[in-house]
Protein backbone atom coordinates (compact mmCIF):
# COMPACT_ATOMS: atom_id res chain seq x y z
CA UNK A 1 0.00 0.00 0.00
CA UNK A 2 1.67 3.53 -0.76
CA UNK A 3 2.26 5.25 2.13
CA UNK A 4 -0.51 8.24 2.41
CA UNK A 5 -0.46 8.67 -1.43
CA UNK A 6 -3.24 10.96 -2.73
CA UNK A 7 -5.84 9.32 -4.69
CA UNK A 8 -5.82 9.08 -8.20
CA UNK A 9 -8.71 7.41 -8.59
CA UNK A 10 -11.82 8.73 -6.51
CA UNK A 11 -13.07 6.42 -4.05
CA UNK A 12 -10.37 3.75 -4.33
CA UNK A 13 -10.84 1.20 -1.49
CA UNK A 14 -9.28 -2.45 -1.10
CA UNK A 15 -11.02 -3.37 1.69
CA UNK A 16 -14.14 -3.04 -0.43
CA UNK A 17 -13.64 -6.58 -1.93
CA UNK A 18 -11.85 -7.76 1.10
CA UNK A 19 -12.93 -11.44 2.18
CA UNK A 20 -14.16 -11.21 5.91
CA UNK A 21 -11.58 -12.84 8.71
CA UNK A 22 -11.46 -13.47 11.61
CA UNK A 23 -9.30 -11.45 13.95
CA UNK A 24 -5.56 -12.18 15.05
CA UNK A 25 -5.10 -15.00 17.66
CA UNK A 26 -6.30 -13.06 20.60
CA UNK A 27 -3.36 -14.12 22.52
CA UNK A 28 -1.47 -11.80 20.10
CA UNK A 29 -0.75 -8.63 22.05
CA UNK A 30 -3.34 -6.22 21.07
CA UNK A 31 -1.74 -2.93 19.82
CA UNK A 32 -3.27 0.43 19.19
CA UNK A 33 -1.93 4.29 18.85
CA UNK A 34 -1.36 5.96 21.93
CA UNK A 35 -1.72 9.95 22.67
CA UNK A 36 1.49 9.90 25.36
CA UNK A 37 2.04 13.66 25.53
CA UNK A 38 2.12 16.81 22.88
CA UNK A 39 2.77 15.92 19.19
CA UNK A 40 3.84 12.16 20.70
CA UNK A 41 2.07 9.62 19.46
CA UNK A 42 3.07 5.62 20.21
CA UNK A 43 1.64 2.70 19.12
CA UNK A 44 1.87 0.57 22.47
CA UNK A 45 -0.06 -2.71 23.79
CA UNK A 46 -3.56 -2.18 24.68
CA UNK A 47 -4.80 -4.71 26.74
CA UNK A 48 -8.39 -5.40 26.50
CA UNK A 49 -10.78 -7.67 28.81
CA UNK A 50 -10.60 -11.64 27.84
CA UNK A 51 -14.08 -11.81 28.74
CA UNK A 52 -17.03 -10.13 26.28
CA UNK A 53 -20.12 -9.24 28.32
CA UNK A 54 -23.58 -10.68 27.22
CA UNK A 55 -24.14 -8.26 24.92
CA UNK A 56 -20.83 -7.26 23.63
CA UNK A 57 -18.85 -7.56 20.78
CA UNK A 58 -14.65 -7.79 19.80
CA UNK A 59 -14.22 -5.71 16.51
CA UNK A 60 -10.72 -6.21 14.88
CA UNK A 61 -10.35 -2.84 13.02
CA UNK A 62 -9.86 -2.43 9.43
CA UNK A 63 -10.36 1.07 8.81
CA UNK A 64 -10.20 4.04 11.25
CA UNK A 65 -10.07 8.24 9.88
CA UNK A 66 -8.43 11.13 11.28
CA UNK A 67 -11.02 13.73 12.51
CA UNK A 68 -9.79 17.45 13.95
CA UNK A 69 -10.62 16.88 17.36
CA UNK A 70 -7.94 14.15 17.09
CA UNK A 71 -5.19 16.80 15.74
CA UNK A 72 -6.63 18.83 18.17
CA UNK A 73 -5.67 16.45 21.21
CA UNK A 74 -2.32 15.56 19.48
CA UNK A 75 -1.47 19.42 18.91
CA UNK A 76 -2.91 20.83 22.57
CA UNK A 77 -4.14 17.79 24.64
CA UNK A 78 -7.55 19.27 24.50
CA UNK A 79 -11.00 19.95 22.62
CA UNK A 80 -12.96 22.67 24.05
CA UNK A 81 -13.50 21.48 27.92
CA UNK A 82 -12.37 17.92 27.21
CA UNK A 83 -8.58 17.85 28.59
CA UNK A 84 -6.40 14.61 27.75
CA UNK A 85 -4.43 14.11 30.83
CA UNK A 86 -3.24 10.80 30.83
CA UNK A 87 -1.82 8.56 27.86
CA UNK A 88 -5.34 7.67 25.36
CA UNK A 89 -5.67 5.66 22.59
CA UNK A 90 -7.11 8.13 20.01
CA UNK A 91 -9.74 7.69 17.06
CA UNK A 92 -12.78 7.44 16.82
CA UNK A 93 -14.05 7.54 13.29
CA UNK A 94 -13.83 3.36 12.34
CA UNK A 95 -15.51 0.25 11.02
CA UNK A 96 -13.98 -3.56 11.50
CA UNK A 97 -14.83 -7.29 11.61
CA UNK A 98 -16.74 -8.92 13.66
CA UNK A 99 -14.06 -11.13 15.77
CA UNK A 100 -16.12 -12.59 18.62
CA UNK A 101 -19.59 -11.75 20.37
CA UNK A 102 -20.99 -12.26 23.23
CA UNK A 103 -23.68 -14.81 24.65
CA UNK A 104 -26.94 -12.33 23.94
CA UNK A 105 -25.95 -11.03 20.38
CA UNK A 106 -27.82 -12.88 17.92
CA UNK A 107 -27.88 -9.80 15.04
CA UNK A 108 -24.12 -10.22 14.33
CA UNK A 109 -21.77 -13.18 14.13
CA UNK A 110 -18.32 -13.70 13.12
CA UNK A 111 -16.96 -12.60 10.15
CA UNK A 112 -19.65 -9.46 9.89
CA UNK A 113 -18.36 -5.92 8.66
CA UNK A 114 -19.46 -3.12 11.00
CA UNK A 115 -19.15 0.70 11.55
CA UNK A 116 -19.05 1.57 14.92
CA UNK A 117 -21.16 4.37 16.61
CA UNK A 118 -18.46 5.74 19.27
CA UNK A 119 -20.77 7.03 22.10
CA UNK A 120 -22.21 4.91 24.99
CA UNK A 121 -25.06 6.91 26.26
CA UNK A 122 -26.27 5.85 30.37
CA UNK A 123 -29.41 4.99 28.86
CA UNK A 124 -31.03 5.61 32.00
CA UNK A 125 -31.16 9.71 32.51
CA UNK A 126 -34.07 11.79 31.15
CA UNK A 127 -32.01 12.50 28.11
CA UNK A 128 -31.10 8.74 27.01
CA UNK A 129 -35.23 8.18 28.10
CA UNK A 130 -36.49 11.47 25.77
CA UNK A 131 -34.45 9.81 22.86
CA UNK A 132 -31.57 12.56 23.02
CA UNK A 133 -28.67 10.05 24.21
CA UNK A 134 -26.36 12.85 22.80
CA UNK A 135 -26.76 14.70 25.39
CA UNK A 136 -26.23 12.42 27.84
CA UNK A 137 -23.83 13.42 30.61
CA UNK A 138 -22.43 10.30 31.24
CA UNK A 139 -21.72 9.47 27.98
CA UNK A 140 -18.53 7.61 26.86
CA UNK A 141 -17.25 8.09 23.82
CA UNK A 142 -14.35 6.79 22.19
CA UNK A 143 -11.20 9.07 22.31
CA UNK A 144 -13.01 11.76 24.69
CA UNK A 145 -10.76 12.15 27.59
CA UNK A 146 -10.43 9.75 29.68
CA UNK A 147 -12.14 7.02 27.64
CA UNK A 148 -10.11 5.54 24.83
CA UNK A 149 -10.52 5.22 21.57
CA UNK A 150 -10.08 2.99 18.64
CA UNK A 151 -7.25 2.99 16.04
CA UNK A 152 -6.57 0.01 17.35
CA UNK A 153 -6.50 -3.55 15.89
CA UNK A 154 -8.89 -4.79 18.01
CA UNK A 155 -11.86 -3.00 20.49
CA UNK A 156 -14.69 -4.09 22.54
CA UNK A 157 -18.44 -2.17 21.94
CA UNK A 158 -21.40 -3.00 22.80
CA UNK A 159 -23.07 -4.92 19.86
CA UNK A 160 -26.15 -2.36 19.79
CA UNK A 161 -23.66 0.85 18.55
CA UNK A 162 -22.01 -2.07 15.48
CA UNK A 163 -24.37 -1.49 12.29
CA UNK A 164 -24.09 -4.38 9.80
CA UNK A 165 -22.79 -2.77 6.30
CA UNK A 166 -24.35 -3.68 3.16
CA UNK A 167 -22.54 -5.70 0.85
CA UNK A 168 -21.51 -2.84 -1.78
CA UNK A 169 -20.54 -0.53 1.14
CA UNK A 170 -17.02 -0.48 1.83
CA UNK A 171 -15.04 -0.66 5.57
CA UNK A 172 -13.47 2.94 4.74
CA UNK A 173 -17.59 3.88 4.22
CA UNK A 174 -18.19 2.69 7.27
CA UNK A 175 -16.00 4.83 9.04
CA UNK A 176 -17.34 7.34 7.31
CA UNK A 177 -20.14 6.96 8.70
CA UNK A 178 -19.10 8.93 11.66
CA UNK A 179 -18.39 12.29 10.52
CA UNK A 180 -20.98 11.97 7.99
CA UNK A 181 -23.72 11.65 10.72
CA UNK A 182 -22.87 15.12 12.20
CA UNK A 183 -23.94 16.57 8.40
CA UNK A 184 -27.38 14.12 8.86
CA UNK A 185 -27.87 15.19 12.04
CA UNK A 186 -27.59 18.81 11.32
CA UNK A 187 -30.01 18.95 8.62
CA UNK A 188 -32.58 17.26 10.49
CA UNK A 189 -32.13 19.46 13.15
CA UNK A 190 -32.65 22.56 10.87
CA UNK A 191 -35.11 21.09 8.57
CA UNK A 192 -33.80 20.95 5.63
CA UNK A 193 -36.02 19.74 3.06
CA UNK A 194 -36.78 19.85 -0.72
CA UNK A 195 -38.53 23.75 -0.41
CA UNK A 196 -35.54 25.12 1.64
CA UNK A 197 -32.00 27.20 -0.07
CA UNK A 198 -29.04 26.06 1.91
CA UNK A 199 -25.97 28.08 2.47
CA UNK A 200 -23.50 25.74 4.10
CA UNK A 201 -20.46 27.86 6.04
CA UNK A 202 -16.99 26.21 5.76
CA UNK A 203 -15.51 23.21 2.92
CA UNK A 204 -13.58 21.28 5.28
CA UNK A 205 -14.66 17.33 5.92
CA UNK A 206 -17.63 18.78 8.22
CA UNK A 207 -18.92 21.36 5.94
CA UNK A 208 -18.41 19.06 2.76
CA UNK A 209 -20.63 16.00 4.74
CA UNK A 210 -23.39 18.31 5.49
CA UNK A 211 -23.22 19.89 1.97
CA UNK A 212 -24.06 16.28 0.69
CA UNK A 213 -26.07 15.82 3.52
CA UNK A 214 -28.17 18.36 2.39
CA UNK A 215 -28.37 17.92 -1.31
CA UNK A 216 -29.77 13.84 -0.02
CA UNK A 217 -32.72 15.70 2.13
CA UNK A 218 -33.65 17.48 -1.27
CA UNK A 219 -32.34 20.95 -0.66
CA UNK A 220 -32.96 22.71 -3.92
CA UNK A 221 -29.94 24.65 -4.47
CA UNK A 222 -26.98 24.80 -2.14
CA UNK A 223 -23.90 26.87 -1.83
CA UNK A 224 -20.80 26.65 0.26
CA UNK A 225 -18.39 28.96 1.68
CA UNK A 226 -15.02 28.63 2.61
CA UNK A 227 -11.66 30.80 2.49
CA UNK A 228 -9.85 27.80 0.57
CA UNK A 229 -10.10 27.82 -3.21
CA UNK A 230 -8.87 24.31 -3.57
CA UNK A 231 -11.83 23.00 -1.13
CA UNK A 232 -14.34 24.88 -2.85
CA UNK A 233 -13.42 23.31 -5.90
CA UNK A 234 -13.78 19.83 -3.94
CA UNK A 235 -17.28 20.93 -2.67
CA UNK A 236 -18.05 21.86 -6.94
CA UNK A 237 -16.92 18.69 -7.89
CA UNK A 238 -19.56 16.95 -5.43
CA UNK A 239 -22.07 18.99 -6.29
CA UNK A 240 -22.45 22.16 -4.50
CA UNK A 241 -24.74 24.01 -6.95
CA UNK A 242 -22.25 27.41 -6.24
CA UNK A 243 -19.20 28.09 -4.78
CA UNK A 244 -18.28 31.18 -3.41
CA UNK A 245 -14.81 32.58 -1.43
CA UNK A 246 -15.09 34.58 1.79
CA UNK A 247 -12.26 36.51 3.87
CA UNK A 248 -11.40 36.14 7.08
CA UNK A 249 -11.55 40.04 8.22
CA UNK A 250 -15.10 40.80 9.93
CA UNK A 251 -15.37 44.00 7.99
CA UNK A 252 -16.12 42.16 4.67
CA UNK A 253 -19.17 40.43 6.14
CA UNK A 254 -21.56 42.55 5.34
CA UNK A 255 -20.66 42.74 1.52
CA UNK A 256 -20.80 39.41 1.41
CA UNK A 257 -23.74 39.01 2.83
CA UNK A 258 -25.79 40.93 -0.17
CA UNK A 259 -23.23 38.62 -2.56
CA UNK A 260 -24.22 35.44 -1.36
CA UNK A 261 -27.86 36.61 -1.25
CA UNK A 262 -27.67 37.68 -4.94
CA UNK A 263 -25.74 34.28 -5.51
CA UNK A 264 -28.64 32.08 -3.70
CA UNK A 265 -31.00 33.76 -6.30
CA UNK A 266 -33.81 33.51 -3.40
CA UNK A 267 -33.75 33.70 0.61
CA UNK A 268 -31.58 31.93 2.53
CA UNK A 269 -33.72 29.50 4.13
CA UNK A 270 -31.09 27.97 6.42
CA UNK A 271 -27.92 28.37 7.09
CA UNK A 272 -25.15 25.50 8.26
CA UNK A 273 -22.22 26.88 9.80
CA UNK A 274 -19.65 24.40 9.54
CA UNK A 275 -17.11 26.67 10.98
CA UNK A 276 -18.19 28.31 14.34
CA UNK A 277 -15.78 31.39 14.82
CA UNK A 278 -17.59 35.15 14.69
CA UNK A 279 -17.54 35.94 11.30
CA UNK A 280 -19.08 33.19 10.23
CA UNK A 281 -21.80 32.84 13.06
CA UNK A 282 -22.51 36.79 11.93
CA UNK A 283 -22.62 36.29 8.47
CA UNK A 284 -25.08 33.38 8.92
CA UNK A 285 -27.18 35.50 11.46
CA UNK A 286 -27.44 38.28 8.80
CA UNK A 287 -27.62 36.29 5.38
CA UNK A 288 -30.59 34.05 6.76
CA UNK A 289 -33.86 35.24 5.66
CA UNK A 290 -36.10 36.35 8.67
CA UNK A 291 -37.93 33.62 9.94
CA UNK A 292 -35.48 31.38 8.79
CA UNK A 293 -33.11 28.83 10.49
CA UNK A 294 -29.04 28.84 11.61
CA UNK A 295 -27.29 25.71 12.88
CA UNK A 296 -23.65 26.35 14.70
CA UNK A 297 -22.35 22.59 13.57
CA UNK A 298 -18.89 23.94 13.98
CA UNK A 299 -17.08 25.10 17.62
CA UNK A 300 -14.41 26.89 16.38
CA UNK A 301 -14.30 29.35 19.17
CA UNK A 302 -15.28 28.86 22.50
CA UNK A 303 -17.11 32.59 22.37
CA UNK A 304 -18.33 35.19 19.86
CA UNK A 305 -19.51 38.07 19.61
CA UNK A 306 -22.37 38.26 17.49
CA UNK A 307 -25.38 40.20 16.49
CA UNK A 308 -28.09 38.15 18.21
CA UNK A 309 -30.48 41.31 18.77
CA UNK A 310 -30.98 42.26 15.08
CA UNK A 311 -31.79 38.07 14.39
CA UNK A 312 -34.05 37.87 17.00
CA UNK A 313 -36.08 40.89 15.75
CA UNK A 314 -36.22 38.85 12.42
CA UNK A 315 -37.02 36.05 14.65
CA UNK A 316 -34.25 33.61 12.85
CA UNK A 317 -34.06 30.41 14.95
CA UNK A 318 -30.50 29.27 16.33
CA UNK A 319 -29.80 25.56 16.36
CA UNK A 320 -27.23 24.14 18.34
CA UNK A 321 -25.40 20.50 17.25
CA UNK A 322 -23.63 18.31 19.34
CA UNK A 323 -22.91 14.96 17.74
CA UNK A 324 -25.61 12.92 16.70
CA UNK A 325 -28.33 10.18 17.71
CA UNK A 326 -30.06 7.75 15.81
CA UNK A 327 -27.77 8.55 11.89
CA UNK A 328 -26.11 5.52 11.70
CA UNK A 329 -29.00 3.68 9.68
CA UNK A 330 -29.76 6.32 7.74
CA UNK A 331 -26.63 7.17 6.91
CA UNK A 332 -25.57 3.28 5.46
CA UNK A 333 -29.07 3.39 3.82
CA UNK A 334 -27.58 6.79 1.86
CA UNK A 335 -24.39 5.15 0.94
CA UNK A 336 -25.90 1.94 0.04
CA UNK A 337 -28.45 3.51 -2.64
CA UNK A 338 -25.56 5.87 -3.74
CA UNK A 339 -27.50 9.23 -2.82
CA UNK A 340 -24.12 10.03 -0.93
CA UNK A 341 -20.95 9.03 -2.08
CA UNK A 342 -18.30 9.82 0.93
CA UNK A 343 -15.33 8.20 -1.18
CA UNK A 344 -13.95 11.00 -3.19
CA UNK A 345 -13.33 13.03 0.78
CA UNK A 346 -11.12 10.07 1.42
CA UNK A 347 -7.55 11.59 -0.48
CA UNK A 348 -4.88 9.67 1.77
CA UNK A 349 -4.64 6.76 3.46
CA UNK A 350 -2.00 4.92 6.06
CA UNK A 351 -1.22 1.85 7.10
CA UNK A 352 -0.67 0.91 10.58
CA UNK A 353 3.30 1.49 11.66
CA UNK A 354 5.00 3.90 14.12
CA UNK A 355 5.78 5.80 11.05
CA UNK A 356 3.11 5.91 9.58
CA UNK A 357 0.93 6.79 12.18
CA UNK A 358 2.74 10.06 12.92
CA UNK A 359 3.20 10.60 9.00
CA UNK A 360 -0.40 10.46 8.52
CA UNK A 361 -1.32 12.93 11.26
CA UNK A 362 0.88 15.26 9.91
CA UNK A 363 -1.04 15.10 6.54
CA UNK A 364 -4.26 15.99 8.39
CA UNK A 365 -2.81 18.43 10.24
CA UNK A 366 -1.11 20.27 7.25
CA UNK A 367 -4.64 20.51 5.65
CA UNK A 368 -4.00 21.48 1.71
CA UNK A 369 -5.31 18.83 -0.20
CA UNK A 370 -5.90 16.71 2.42
CA UNK A 371 -10.01 16.31 3.20
CA UNK A 372 -10.23 12.98 4.67
CA UNK A 373 -7.17 10.75 5.97
CA UNK A 374 -7.66 7.34 6.55
CA UNK A 375 -5.55 4.02 8.19
CA UNK A 376 -6.35 0.79 6.62
CA UNK A 377 -5.36 -1.43 9.34
Known amino acids: MGKGAQNEVAGMDSSKHEDPVVAE ?32 VRVQMKAVGICGSDVHYLKTMRCADFIVREPMVIGHECAGIIAEVGSGVTHLKVGDRVALEPG ?31 LAHQV ?61 FGAPRVIITDVDEYRLSVAKNLGADDTFLVSTDIKDADKEVSALQELMGAFVDVTLDCVGVGKTMTTALKVTKAGGRVCLVGMGHHEMNVPLTPAAAREVDIFGVFRYRNTYPLCLDLLRTGRIDVRPL ?32
Open 156 to 216: IHPADLCFKLPENVSLEEGAMCEPLSVGVHACRRAGVGPDTHVLVMGAGPIGLVTMLSARS
Open 25 to 56: NQETENMAAWLTGINTLKIQPFKLPSVLGNHE
Open 346 to 377: ITHRFGFSQKEVEEAFETSARGGNAIKVMFNL
Open 120 to 150: ISCARCNFCKEGHYNLCSEMKFFATPPVHGS
